[in-house]
C-alpha cells in the first residue's frame, strides 16, 4: 500500500453548535484532494479531534470520507486508543467501511513499557488485515516508541509505516534497521525535509490543509536531487510550518481554512476558539 508523499492529517467540519457539519465533508476533502494536492487522509487522527469524537462520529465520518474521496486517494482511519480492547473494536469496524488503513497512537497516560506497546500494537495488527500505520508522538502520549520496538513491530506484516514525531537520530535508527519496505513518515512539518534527509518516505502533515502543493514541490524538489531549491522552498513555508502550531491545535488551522472561506467552524472543548490577536497572527500567516 502506498500512502503517497504528503498525507494531510483532516480536521473535523463543524457547525455553529460544534456539531459535525456533515454538509461540509464532501467539500473539504474536494478541496484537499484537487487544490492542495493531498495524496491521502487521516481521518478523526489529533488534528481531526479524535479524544472529543464519539465512536459514531468516528465511524460516520470514515464512511462519509471514503462516499466523498471516490478513489481519488487513500484514506487512513485514525482508529488508536489507550486501550487495546477499544482500539480493536473500532480498527475491526473501521475496516468493514472499506478504509485503506489504521492510524494507531502509541497508548497515552498509563504509559505502558517497551514490551507492552508491541504487544499492544501487535494484538491491533492481528486482529485485521489492512495495513496498520503506527504513531509516535511522545509530547502529546507522554511515552516514546523505541527505534527498536518500531524495528521490531515493521517485521509484522501488515504493521507498514510509522508516523514519527520524536528526533532524526530515532528515525535514523528506524529506516536503516526496519524491515524491507516498510516506510518512516514525519510527523512533525517543520522537520520534514531533515525527515528526508534522513531517508524518511514522507509527511504526515497539519499545514498541507494550506499549503500542500507547495509541501509536494518540496518533497518531489528533494526527490529529485534539488535539495537547494527543497531547502529554500523549506525556509519560505517554515513560518507557517511553525505558526499553526503557536496556538493549541488545531485551532490555527481551522481559523486559517475559515478565513480562506472552508467553513469547518471552532473546536471542542477543553479547546477554546482563538482570541482577536491569535486570530490576527494566524492571518498574518497567510498573507
Known amino acids: 500500500m502506498d500512502f ?13 453548535n460544534l456539531q459535525v457539519n456533515w454538509n461540509q465533508v464532501e467539500r473539504l476533502v474536494n478541496y484537499l484532494i484537487e487544490e492542495q494536492q493531498s495524496d491521502t487522509l487521516v481521518v478523526c487522527g489529533t488534528t481531526g479531534e479524535s479524544p472529543t469524537l464519539t465512536d459514531d462520529e468516528k465511524l460516520r465520518l470514515f464512511a462519509a470520507v471514503k462516499t466523498a474521496v ?14 487495546t480492547a477499544h482500539t480493536i473494536h473500532l480498527s475491526k469496524e473501521a475496516e468493514k467501511l472499506g478504509v485503506d488503513g489504521l492510524l494507531l497512537v502509541a497508548p497515552y497516560y498509563n504509559r505502558p513499557s517497551q514490551e507492552g506497546m508491541y504487544q499492544h500494537f501487535k494484538a491491533v495488527a492481528d486482529a485485521v488485515e489492512i495495513p496498520c500505520m503506527i504513531y509516535n508522538v511522545p509530547s502529546r502520549t507522554s511515552v516514546n516508541i523505541d527505534a527498536d520496538t518500531t524495528i521490531r513491530l515493521s517485521q509484522i506484516p501488515n504493521i507498514v509505516a510509522t508516523k514519527d514525531c520524536a ?3 530515532q528515525l535514523t535508527r528506524i529506516v536503516a534497521g ?15 525535509i531533515t525527515a528526508l534527509a534522513v531517508g524518511a518516505y514522507g509527511i504526515v502533515s497539519v499545514s498541507s490543509h494550506i499549503v500542500g502543493k507547495e509541501m509536494q514541490v518540496m518533497v518531489h524538489r528533494f526527490l529529485n536531487g534539488d535539495v537547494i531549491g527543497a531547502a529554500k522552498l523549506h525556509a519560505q513555508l517554515l513560518p507557517i ?8 491545535s488545531p485551532g490555527p488551522i481551522k481559523h486559517a481554512l475559515n478565513y ?6 471552532g473546536v471542542r472543548m477543553p479547546l477554546i476558539p482563538l482570541t482577536e490577536d491569535e486570530a490576527a497572527f494566524v492571518q498574518s500567516l497567510l498573507s
Open 4 to 16: 503517497g508523499r504528503v498525507v494531510t492529517a483532516m480536521v473535523t467540519p463543524f457547525d455553529d
Open 70 to 83: 471516490r478513489g481519488r486517494c487513500k484514506i487512513i482511519a485514525g482508529t488508536g486508543s489507550n486501550s
Open 167 to 169: 528526533d532524526a537520530n
Open 178 to 192: 526496519a524491515a524491507e519496505g516498510f516506510r518512516v513518515y514525519s510527523g512533525d512539518d517543520s522537520s520534514a
Open 241 to 248: 510550518f511553525k505558526g499553526i502550531f503557536q496556538y493549541p
Open 260 to 265: 480562506k472561506g472552508l467553513s469547518v467552524g
